[in-house]
């Protein structure tokens, strides 16, 4: 039993247009997918990847915009990181910020183990997202051309999921399911770089490296987290396809882990757990993809349906607020 890497992350914005902005313009990703939360039609669903939406970089948001802000602190995922390729991309990326005005730390290598470089930053709701060097690692994305005049050139593109960042009070509960249950490998553990009092240990996927770690800091005095716009509200992690799926899904209820069963969600399928009381994980097959029903050539373009909402689209519509994906601005 092996989960093959970060599949998608799913947050949450109060700021569909001003979110469409930023992941677009400011970071060069592509809209791949203008859809709705299968779950709540109110709400808009937008997938974010490379030219191609292909699995690993996925960053997907709920729009959620009478929901409060995130109240941060522990139980809960609280970064999430992107692959760069070497330190002058860091170095463009740390400029393009300061020019466009959103804010980052400093490039630093203390905080993620292996001495890799990463550059912090955060979008306008305060998501928490992290630029990470590779090393030049292979990667499966293609980067997005983008909008002309001000395009993220393609050595410098995003080319993935690094991984993310959990906390929690305790390690009493998710330690075991880390390890144990699905597979992960302790690669790291040290003391916190800013909170030395605390621990922090570094978790591998078959091997670890880009796209295949999991990053665990113990707080056991902070306060919990409340999920609202600028946090996220799960991960998933990749499964070859249905087959894959299904035995991981007897595989969880064997060793006493609850799941929501297999959900087809049209351009994937779904498998959710919790292993604690905020931290919620997915595994999504690698298809069928979001060409299923969009021509490649204009993902994102139109509001997208799973046919079973087809019959409620003239419903759905009137409760969504306008979101303009225009072809000509390169989504």
């Given at each position: 039993?092996?989960?093959?890497g970060l599949h998608h992350v799913t947050a949450v914005t109060g700021n569909a247009p001003g979110n469409l902005d930023f992941y677009t313009r400011v970071l060069g990703l592509r809209l791949v997918k203008k859809t709705v939360n299968q779950d709540d039609t109110s709400a808009y669903h937008l997938f974010y990847s490379d030219a191609k939406g292909t699995p690993g970089l996925d960053m997907t948001f709920f729009d959620w915009p009478r929901t409060g802000p ?262």
């Amino acid at each position: 039993m092996q989960l093959h890497g970060l599949h998608h992350v799913t947050a949450v914005t109060g700021n569909a247009p001003g979110n469409l902005d930023f992941y677009t313009r400011v970071l060069g990703l592509r809209l791949v997918k203008k859809t709705v939360n299968q779950d709540d039609t109110s709400a808009y669903h937008l997938f974010y990847s490379d030219a191609k939406g292909t699995p690993g970089l996925d960053m997907t948001f709920f729009d959620w915009p009478r929901t409060g802000p995130d109240q941060r602190g522990t139980d809960a995922i609280v970064n999430t990181q992107f692959r760069v390729n070497g330190r002058a991309a860091l170095d463009y990326w740390a400029d393009r910020f300061d020019r466009l005005g959103v804010w980052h730390g400093p490039i630093d290598r203390s905080w993620l183990g292996n001495d890799r470089a990463v550059l912090a930053f955060e979008d306008a709701e305060g998501q928490r997202l992290a630029l990470v060097d590779d090393g030049g690692a292979p990667a499966e994305t293609e980067a997005w051309p983008g909008a002309p005049g001000d395009a993220v050139p393609a050595e410098f593109a995003l080319r993935g999921f690094h991984g993310v960042g959990l906390s929690v009070p305790r390690t009493d509960r998710v330690e075991p399911i880390l390890s144990r249950v699905l597979g992960f490998q302790e690669l790291d553990r040290r003391p916190h770089p800013t909170l030395p009092e605390q621990q922090m240990i570094v978790y591998g996927m078959d091997g670890g490296g880009p796209g295949r770690e999991v990053t665990l800091v113990v707080e056991p005095d902070a306060p919990r987290a409340w999920l609202g716009r600028g946090g996220v509200h799960h991960v998933a992690f990749r499964l070859r396809d249905a087959e894959e799926q299904q035995r991981w899904a007897d595989y969880l209820l064997n060793a006493g882990v609850r799941h929501s069963g297999i959900i087809d969600r049209f351009y994937f399928k779904s498998l959710y757990f919790r292993i604690s009381n905020g931290i919620l994980f997915e595994l999504a097959t690698d298809g069928p993809g979001f060409a299923s029903d969009e021509d490649p050539a204009h993902l994102g373009e139109a509001l997208a349906l799973p046919p079973f909402l087809e019959p409620r689209r003239a419903q759905i519509e009137a409760g969504l607020r306008p979101l303009e994906t225009a072809p000509e601005s390169g989504q």
